[in-house]
């Protein structure tokens, strides 16, 4: 069944002939974001993933729970359902069917194809580097410890070892001299969520700030496709994870002109519809791409308070992927997205590994500061350092809205069945049996 891409003019109501119906490959706490916002614009939803009770399946109208890399499976129920858009979240999908589905007439979000190559380090790289032709850092590969070993030599210490297939800084490790390159070549054959049998060598790049930048392509009133850009996000890692971030970042005039220009040739290479988050490394009026992600950013969560309603980036996306309109202003030849004020999101990790979650300490959390709020994901399983929600504020400035979300984090305690109560900057790792 074929299902056209093209600007929409009319929503229908979901549960009735007249819906429109989007589909979650992968139900995390983006997936969760992306249901809710759907479903304020009355579009059917469907959330699946490979372990029940995942966030967006707690909040969309139908979940199902499969192996996603069971081709046959993923099919049927694609069949069965029917949406108009299936929408890609995690790794763990079988990518021949993704393509098998496109050339059979199905709307893969963005397309197939920028699934395909953004799922893979190489893939992604020699995009970024070749097809697009923008500048990254320097890289090789290695499918041994030998050659991991030589390719830190040939791209020079400090650098990065990631494992070709991962996500969220699983896999990765940071190489500070030939001591580290055992430890790194472990950490992505153990710690991967994919293939972690080859990695990718990265030149590490002395930035001044790391930004996301969330292009979204979408149709105009023209039914032409365009970008839009919301200000650059920026953001900080502990351990190759994201742990904060804030938009607007505070980069040159220069350098968001570079950004927006580096970001627009990796999407219009990439192409399809929806929103990208465009990880970046910025010196002084220079930008290095890094990593492209065809979907909402973890980073991209602080948009739920900077952005006006609808316009977070899980709504952009929405909005996107269903052909409907994204409003903007003109800056320097750019469609931008200005955010209402400064602000910044902080993780909430948990502190315990083990299932059941329950979450101390919120009158004084959440009220520490006018215009702030949390989000708590649902997740049922609570692994040691696992990302459980996020603390977000607002501020005159980007500095203070930082401190704000990390104040508003470190407040909430977490405890699990057969633990006490602590807050998630006390990282104590209790197993629960």
């Known amino acids: 069944m074929a299902h056209e891409r093209k600007k929409r003019e009319i929503l229908g109501t979901p549960l009735t002939k ?3 119906k989007l589909m979650l490959l992968g139900s995390g706490e983006l997936g969760k974001e992306i249901i809710i916002e759907a479903q304020r614009l009355g579009i059917e939803t469907v959330a699946v993933d490979r372990y029940a009770r995942a966030p967006a399946q707690q909040v969309a109208h139908r979940d199902y729970t499969i192996d996603m890399k069971n081709g046959g499976a993923l099919r049927s129920l694609i069949e069965y359902e029917q949406p108009d858009a299936i929408i890609p979240e995690i790794e763990a999908i079988n990518l021949d069917v993704l393509q098998s589905l496109e050339d059979d007439g199905w709307n893969v979000i963005p397309n197939a194809r920028a699934t395909y190559v953004t799922m893979h380090r190489e893939r992604s790289r ?7 032709g923008v500048r ?3 890289y090789r590969y290695a499918h041994s410890l030998d050659e ?5 030599e040939q791209i020079g210490y400090p650098c990065w070892s990631k494992a070709i297939m991962s996500s969220s800084g699983h896999g990765s490790h940071f190489v500070k001299g030939p001591e580290d390159v055992e430890q790194a070549w472990k950490r992505a054959n153990e710690d991967a969520r994919g293939q972690g049998d080859w990695v990718i060598v990265e030149e590490h790049i002395d930035f001044d700030i790391e930004v996301t930048e969330l292009a979204v392509r979408h149709f105009d009133e023209n039914g032409k496709i365009v970008t839009t850009f919301p200000k650059p996000v920026g953001h900080y890692q502990i351990e190759g994870d994201y742990h904060s971030s804030w938009q607007p970042a505070e980069v040159s005039d220069k350098a968001e002109e570079n950004i927006y220009k580096t970001t627009e040739k990796i999407t219009n290479t990439l192409g399809g519809l929806g ?3 465009c990880e970046l490394f910025v010196k002084g009026d220079e930008v290095w791409a890094n ?3 065809p979907r909402p950013h973890d980073t991209g969560m602080v948009t ?3 952005n006006p309603p609808g316009y977070s980036e899980q709504g952009l996306h929405v909005r996107a992927v269903m052909g409907l309109p994204i409003p903007s202003v003109k800056q320097n030849g750019f469609n931008i997205i200005e955010p209402l004020k400064a602000g910044a999101s902080h993780v909430i990790k948990s502190p315990h590994d083990g299932w059941d979650a329950e979450f101390g300490n919120l009158y004084d959390a959440m009220n520490m ?8 994901f649902g997740k049922t399983q609570a692994k040691f350092d696992r990302r459980l929600g996020v603390a977000l504020a607002l501020a005159d400035t980007a500095e203070e809205a930082k401190i704000r979300a990390e104040k508003i984090a470190h407040a909430v305690e977490i405890r699990l069945p057969g633990t006490d109560f602590l807050p998630q900057h006390e990282k104590k790792q209790h197993l629960v049996h």
């Open 369 to 376: 500061y006018p215009q702030s709020a949390i989000r708590f």
């Open 304 to 306: 739920m308070i900077t």
């Open 136 to 138: 990254a850092s320097k």
């Open 126 to 132: 020699e995009l970024i580097s070749k097809e697009a």
């Open 18 to 20: 007249t819906k429109a």
């Open 148 to 152: 991991l070993r030589d390719a830190c």
């Open 275 to 277: 929103l990208f988050g």
């Open 291 to 293: 990593e492209i992600s």
